[in-house]
């Protein structure tokens, strides 16, 4: 599908813009200064998602062809949604990206605002209701302990200890929404089932299926495989989906590649802890897109980048001031 492949095509360049952008726009800034913007971001994301829950006008869902009476349109006021980045799943797939960052920078440099935006960002991660992500949390920080040995002398009770505050906080915040917006409370009913669950297994099912008849060049970027509208939304696994799309060889190698992010961080560990934490952050990202096929929205996918482009500023800002210079 031609028009497809040059979609996809121009997503993905703008993705990159978006990383060089902000790795060029925050160079020579301070830590200080690259974390302030990354507060001011995760504002800046969540409110729009307030506003939209309130009801106020000109924030409503940015969805074309869907009647304000569908359950598509409806579904955006059952839980925290955004109305361009799109409902609950996507806002705390980018949410989940900037919360750690922020809530190890409070601590550790004893910054009480960032400490707060990394808490908001925490509330509204739960608002969303989103369970791949509160899963991907708890998994990626099962893996983190399992690969990385602890250094003598290194205790993580202060940040372990804002991060169970930052739970409590969370369910609190669960409850307040189920609370004052009636609206939750259907959702809640589908929430305890394991519907959701089935019709996401039945999906891989058929992906894994489709992916049999092509497995060397599969079917093309952004398209259902052979116009099947149960995949018109896709397989809501990022990895199959690269190899429904590009085939075994060239989809495995993009998954492969997003994994090397997280690699590239680890290895910087030794450097500055910092890296420790935004490897952390990536692995978040990763195991989230085993449940949902983020990487594959074309706002998503920019806006993943432009967090890599984030992170990696800020770590060549601390880099840069930790760097001790060569006698002359």
Request: one cysteine or more; hydrophobic letters at 50%; charged letters at 15%.
């Amino acid at each position: 599908d031609r028009p497809a492949t040059v979609r996809t095509v121009l997503v993905t360049a703008e993705g990159v813009v978006a990383y060089l952008l902000a790795v060029r726009e925050l160079d020579g800034l301070s830590p200080d200064r690259v974390v302030a913007f990354i507060k001011r971001y995760a504002y800046l994301v969540i409110i729009p998602g307030l506003l939209l829950l309130l009801h106020v006008p000109g924030f409503e869902p940015q969805i074309t062809g869907v009647k304000e009476s569908s359950g598509a349109y409806i579904s955006y006021f059952t839980r925290l949604s955004h109305p361009i980045i799109g409902r609950s799943n996507n806002l705390a797939t980018v949410l989940a990206f900037l919360a750690p960052i922020l809530i190890y920078w409070g601590h550790t440099y004893r910054n009480r605002r960032v400490t707060v935006a990394g808490f908001v960002a925490v509330l509204a991660i739960f608002a969303t209701l989103s369970r791949g992500t509160l899963v991907a949390f708890a998994l990626a920080a099962v893996l983190y302990v399992a690969v990385t040995p602890r250094r003598r002398g290194e205790s993580g009770r202060g940040v372990a200890g804002k991060v169970a505050v930052a739970v409590a906080l969370g369910v609190l915040a669960v409850g307040l929404l189920y609370t004052l917006n009636p609206a939750t409370h259907e959702l809640f009913r589908d929430r305890l089932t394991l519907a959701n669950v089935s019709g996401r297994s039945e999906l891989l099912s058929i992906g894994l299926e489709k992916l049999g008849e092509r497995p060397v060049l599969g079917f093309g970027a952004g398209v259902a495989p052979d116009g099947d509208p149960v995949l018109g939304e896709g397989v809501h696994n990022t990895y199959l989906q690269q190899v429904l799309s590009f085939g075994l060889p060239l989809g495995v190698l993009v998954g492969l590649a997003l994994c090397a992010l997280s690699v590239f961080f680890f290895a910087r560990r030794r450097v500055s802890p910092l890296a420790g934490v935004l490897a952390y952050t990536v692995l978040v990202q990763l195991i989230i897109f085993v449940f949902e096929a983020s990487f594959e929205g074309s706002v998503l996918r920019v806006i993943f980048y432009l967090s890599i482009g984030l992170a990696v500023a800020l770590l060549r800002a601390v880099e840069r001031e930790t760097r001790v210079p060569e006698p002359a």
